[in-house]
């Protein structure tokens, strides 16, 4: 059974610049859920989109979007990056979101902005 | 606002030794995560406690939960060097939308030497 896939593993980007993380969640799960984590923070919540919809958002700024497909996969974007965007960004898909069984979490993308 | 606190955040212990880690919360929660995570990895999932009084155990882990106190416990038995991680809780929390987000503890460092 493959696990929660996130794509890609490292990115550099500049100061300014956009960019898109890629999550697809197990196979049947519908929910996913982004995390940001770094060392001064830890880890916070972003974002949970179910069935093409949020339902659930942490306290980040609009720079920080998300979308979900039909096919449950989901996609975070980060717009005009800080360096303070620096982080390991984590997805985790569960059946529901409101989930008995936990949350199953992606390996991670390392965004570093330079 | 939910906030989740481990202590302690850093913790030395010898092998074969008995200790516990703390996790309390702020407001009503009956969704307790525990998580475990490696250097550079993701989180692997260890225990979801989900009822006062629920206990689970897993190897050398032993996890429960007391709603009342809002108060989780780690303990590990005679540890052993493969458990060096770092631990994190965390407390899921329903939102008007009906998904959790999830609120983490800093986590507690955790170095078994021989």
């Known amino acids: 059974k493959a696990g929660v896939t996130q794509t890609p593993r490292y990115l550099i980007k500049t100061r300014g610049q956009q960019v898109t993380l890629s999550c697809s969640p197990i196979?049947?799960?519908?929910?996913v859920s982004w995390y940001q984590q770094t060392p001064g923070q830890g880890l916070q919540f972003l974002f949970e989109?179910?069935?093409?919809?949020?339902?659930n958002k942490g306290n980040f700024p609009g720079r920080f979007s998300g979308r979900q497909f039909s096919n449950s996969r989901s996609e975070m974007n980060v717009s005009t990056l800080e360096l303070g965007d620096s982080a390991l960004y984590l997805c985790?898909?569960?059946?529901?979101?409101?989930?008995?069984?936990?949350?199953?979490f992606g390996s991670g993308t390392r965004l570093t902005v330079v | 606002e939910l906030k989740v606190e481990q202590n302690p955040l850093f913790l030395s212990m010898q092998e074969g030794k008995n200790y516990t880690i703390y996790c309390n919360y702020s407001t009503t929660s009956d969704r307790l995560y525990w998580y475990r995570q490696d250097p550079g990895k993701s989180l692997e999932s260890l225990f979801v406690?989900?009822?006062?009084?629920a206990v689970k155990q897993e190897g050398r882990l032993m996890a429960s939960l007391d709603t009342k106190a809002r108060l989780s416990t780690l303990h590990i038995t005679a540890a052993v060097h493969d458990l060096s991680a770092t631990y994190f809780c965390a407390v899921g929390s329903y939102s008007g939308g009906g998904a959790d987000g999830l609120t983490f503890g800093k986590g507690t460092h955790l170095i078994i030497q021989p």
């Open positions: 985790a898909s569960s059946f529901t979101g409101t989930t008995n069984y936990g949350y199953t």
């Open positions: 989109y179910f069935s093409e919809t949020q339902r």
């Open positions: 406690l989900l009822s006062n009084g």
């Open positions: 196979s049947g799960h519908r929910s």
